[in-house]
Nanobody
Framework: QVQLVESGGRLVQAGGSLRLSCTAS????????MGWFRQAPGKEREFVSS?????FYADSVKGRFTISRDNAKNTVYLQMNSLKPEDSAVYYC?????????????????WGQGTQVTVSS
């Protein structure tokens, strides 16, 4: 069992930056694919980014967001720059064992509770 706890979400102005963190329990963190998803009000949850030995990004965040991980700290980060109001959502961290099909929610076995990001215009 893996428990994930996100942090770092808050209110920020458009154009600003935030860094989200997700810390995992367990000894096998380095073996998991880690992903970030987000869900805005009235919308379905969507893939944002993932990291294995390589990184993937949704087109909507490519060039603005950067995912990274520190296996020694069991933590994955999402650095978000040039934030836009449409980035406002609850951001979820997820862990799974998929190596190639990393965008579907079904590829992830464990989820955090989410952290709210609000970008004001």
């Amino acid at each position: 069992q893996v428990q994930l706890v996100e942090s770092g979400g808050r209110l920020v102005q458009a154009g600003g930056s935030l860094r989200l963190s997700c810390t995992a329990s367990g000894r096998t963190f380095s073996s998991y694919t880690m992903g970030w998803f987000r869900q805005a009000p009235g919308k379905e949850r969507e893939f944002v980014s993932s990291i294995t030995w390589r990184t993937f990004y949704a087109d909507s965040v490519k060039g603005r967001f950067t995912i990274s991980r520190d296996n020694a700290k069991n933590t994955v980060y999402l650095q978000m720059n040039s934030l836009k109001p449409e980035d406002s959502a609850v951001y979820y961290c997820a862990a799974g064992t998929a190596r190639f099909s990393v965008t579907p929610e079904s590829s992830y076995d464990y989820w955090g509770q989410g952290t709210q990001v609000t970008v004001s215009s």
